[in-house]
């Protein structure tokens, strides 16, 4: 059965902290991993990784995938109290998309 | 561009009752996505529509779960007869099938009584 397993499932830091999610993944036919940010509404696209050892960077954060040890992580750095949310990542595999349970991070001033 | 669109936004129901949810997926994307979120079992997929065809639905959880989709701008998932245990926050996503990135709606949060 494919699976997303994500660590930690909660993290509390203060605003200037860099944070590094983790991501592990099962699943068949893997084609992408992506990770996405979900406030108070609907999950927002942060990132999407097809190949291993390419970082993704978008200002403060950054992603990188491992295709072979089949793990992905994402980075922040100098957090702030607006990067509180929950992080989902999620494995894309043929027509299947398979989403962990998410990181709560929670960012204080 | 309004993004992906969901009605109702909220839904309180009695158990028994016929759930219907519906969904307007951006213009022009032609793969749509239903998926539920709970806290217990976090986001998961339900069901998967490509050119309007259903190409998955290994998620849906049982023969209470039906999801339509008569044309490239709408779908609809109805939960009938509905149950408790069918409280969720019900989102809709839609991609551009080339593209991988998927779209999700507002979302619907059902309450069953």
């Known amino acids: 059965e494919d699976k997303v397993v994500q660590s930690p499932l909660s993290l509390v830091v203060h605003e200037g902290d860099t944070v590094t999610l983790n991501c592990s993944y099962e699943v068949t036919n893997f084609r992408s991993l992506l990770w996405y940010k979900q406030e108070k509404k609907a999950p927002t696209f942060l990132f999407m990784l097809?190949?291993?050892?390419i970082e993704k960077k978008s200002g403060r954060l950054s992603s990188i995938l491992d295709k072979k040890e089949l793990f992905s992580i994402l980075n922040i750095t100098a957090t702030q109290t607006g990067d509180s949310a929950i992080y989902l990542c999620?494995?894309?595999?043929?027509?299947?998309?398979?989403f962990g349970p998410g990181t709560r991070l929670s960012v204080l001033p | 561009d309004a993004g992906v669109i969901q009605s109702p936004r909220h839904e309180v129901t009695e158990m028994g009752q016929e759930v219907t949810l519906r969904c307007k997926p951006i213009?022009?994307?032609?793969?749509l996505f239903w998926y539920r979120q709970t806290m217990m079992r976090g986001l998961e997929l339900l069901i998967y529509f490509n050119n309007n065809v259903p190409i998955d639905d290994s998620g849906m959880p049982e023969d209470r779960f039906s999801a339509k989709m008569p044309n490239a701008s709408f779908s609809t998932l109805k939960i009938q007869p509905s149950e408790p245990r069918d409280s969720a926050v019900y989102f809709c996503a839609s991609r551009l099938d080339r593209k991988e990135t998927q779209y999700f709606g507002p979302g619907t949060r059902l309450l069953v009584l």
């Open positions: 213009s022009g994307h032609n793969s």
């Open positions: 999620a494995g894309r595999g043929g027509q299947n998309f398979v």
């Open positions: 097809t190949s291993s050892g």
